[in-house]
Every structure is written in structure tokens, then in C-alpha cells.
């Protein structure tokens, strides 16, 4: 299996290609035979002819791309599987959580199915890791997001009329994203205050010159993968409160708290908000999982009657597509360059090993994966 196919996206608002030029000659140069569907890096700014000057061929439709691949290679999932051949491996980003009834169908069909939010966060796949690549990129565009829609700048300046005060910014979940944010806001001037369940964040959070705020929860702590844990309906309702008086008096509130394949907790209650001063913008970047902001919606803004306004978070990574292509392809390429046999000239799929045993969620028209598989 070395025939890799890079399909044009069909998500609406989806501007990233998966692999970019630079990776498709650097695949090329190892063994592999890439093809690229026609258009597949123009929302990225790449054009047919800078991956044909890759090595790449250019294939207008996507059923003879399919008819090529042994490996295909997007964004996102499909809108249908349909043309996929049996026994190829399908390499994306996948909702594997809410969609079980995709998984089958990919099963049924015989598709090797890999998962790229599936792979492991330890030292050796963090390279792969697009959780982490496209987050930071979203954290960054969060602050500048927010900057633009609040009717204040954010650092302080003194002026013959007076000195304006910086902005003040809260941050909740300091993940890949958060301490992003943190680090833009502060290079834009701003104060920055920031919460996280994990204790063991408050040093990275203070390192940023940003203030930890503390609210005792009890024991907390994190997963083996790096993601906070759940909380409690008591605990909640503790951070609630505490962050209620932070939110008061900040101009700016990101969220962005996820519970790894669960919704997303409601931390900014419709009673939180309406403490909140006019002019002030939230921006929940849990949006798409179900929202850390009571309200929320994840295809449009919304003004609250007292003048708050909340900003959807969903996808902001896609706003700077040339660098999130990058990144993507780069995960991409990391995966693609472990797993190659250069003496067998083909991708390796080994379910034993433990990035592709994280990873891989069909084979053999079987759901194999322990977290989803048949019981």
C-alpha cells in the first residue's frame, strides 16, 4: 500500500488541505505515489500546480481517485463512502464519538478507518498529534477574534487625553488552546487571568506572566492522555460561582473546556452572563461539542440583552488556513514517514502497535478498536 490519494474537501467553510506540496515531494522522495484531486489545496493557497511540481498527479473527480488509492488522505469524513475500494486505509479527522453508525458503515464496507483525534498523546505520537497543532492555532485566532469585536484595545496606553486601561482577559481551560491564548493576549497587552481544574497548570499559566485564579475543587487531577477530568455536579457548580465574579468584571471571556468524547460542560450559566458589562465578548471555543456558554450556537453570534456578545468558537483554525494546512500536513507526513516499510515499499498497519493500535478503528470489516467494538 503506497498509492496515497488527497481529496478536495466538502465541508462547508473548510479551507485546510491535508497534505501540502512541500510533504507530498517529501512522501514522494521516500516510496510513495501520491495523486491529488483537483482543487484540493486552493482554500489553502496552493495550487494543481505547485503539487504537480511536487510529484503529485492531479485527478479531476473523485472516483478515479478512489480507483487509485490504497491510502486516502482528508480533513474531514466523506459525505458518502461510496467508490471507496475494500482494504483501503482512510486517514482523517472523525467524530468517532457521535458517530457510531458511520463507523459500521465503514466496517461493512471493509475500510481501514484511522481516527487522527485517536492518536495516543505520548511523547513519541506527539508529532502526529492533530488535536494539539490545530488548537494551538485556534487559541491564537480566539484573542485576535475577540480583539476585533470589542469595542476597547487591549493594552494600555497613556495619551495626553488620559490613560486607557489594558483589557481584561479571562481564560478558561488552559489546554494547548488556553495557554495559546494566553500568550497572544499578553503579547497584545492585555491583563490575563486564567483557570484550569489542573492544578499542575498554574506554573505554565503564571510562566506566560498571566494570573492563575484558584478555586478549590477538592482532588482534581488529569487523565492519562493529558485531558482534564470530569467534574462533578458539585464541582461545577463551585466553579460556577467562582468564575462568575472573574467573568464580572473581564472584557473578554475564552472558553475553552472539552471533555475528551463527552459534551462539553456549561460553565458560563444565562444567570453568569447578565453580571457580565456591556461591550464585553465571549468567545466559546467548546461550542461544536455542546457549548461551555449557556446560549451558545455554533452557526452564528449571538447579542444578549445586555449588550454581551457571544462569539462562536467552532472551527477558527479554518481563518488561517495557510499555516493550519501546514500543521495538518505535517501530522500527517509524521504518520505516514513512521508506519513506512522502506523494504517493502508500503505503509505498515500493525493493530499491535500502540499508535496504530490508538488509532485505527476498523480492519478486517470489523470494529476493532476496544473503545468502540462490538461487545
Known sequence: MNKVFLCKETVRDETRAALVPSDVKALSAMGYELAVQSGAGLGAGYTDGEYEAAGAKIIPELDEGYRFADIIIRVNKPDSIAGIRENTLHISSFDVFGEMGAIREYADA??????????????????????????????????????????????????????????????????????????????????????????VVEEQVKSLGAKFVKIDLGEMGQTDQGYAKELTPEQIEIQRKAQAKVCAQSDIVITTAKVFGRKAPVLLTKEMTAQMRSGSVIIDMAVKTGGNVEGSDPEKDILLDNGVLVVSGDGLERLVPKDASNMFSGNIFAFLEHFWDKDAKSIKIDAGDEIMGGCLITSDKKIIHERFMDK
Open 110 to 199: 471493509g475500510i481501514k478507518l484511522v481516527s487522527l483525534e485517536m492518536v495516543p498523546r505520548t511523547t513519541l505520537a506527539q508529532k502526529m498529534d492533530i488535536q494539539s497543532s490545530q488548537a494551538s492555532l485556534a487559541g491564537y485566532y480566539a484573542v485576535l477574534l475577540a480583539a476585533s469585536k470589542l469595542p476597547k484595545i487591549m493594552p494600555m496606553m497613556m495619551t495626553p487625553s488620559g490613560t486607557i486601561s489594558p483589557a481584561r482577559v479571562f481564560i478558561i481551560g488552559v489546554g494547548v488552546a488556553g495557554l495559546q491564548a494566553i500568550a497572544t493576549a499578553k503579547r497584545l497587552g492585555a491583563r490575563v487571568e486564567a483557570f484550569d481544574t489542573r492544578p
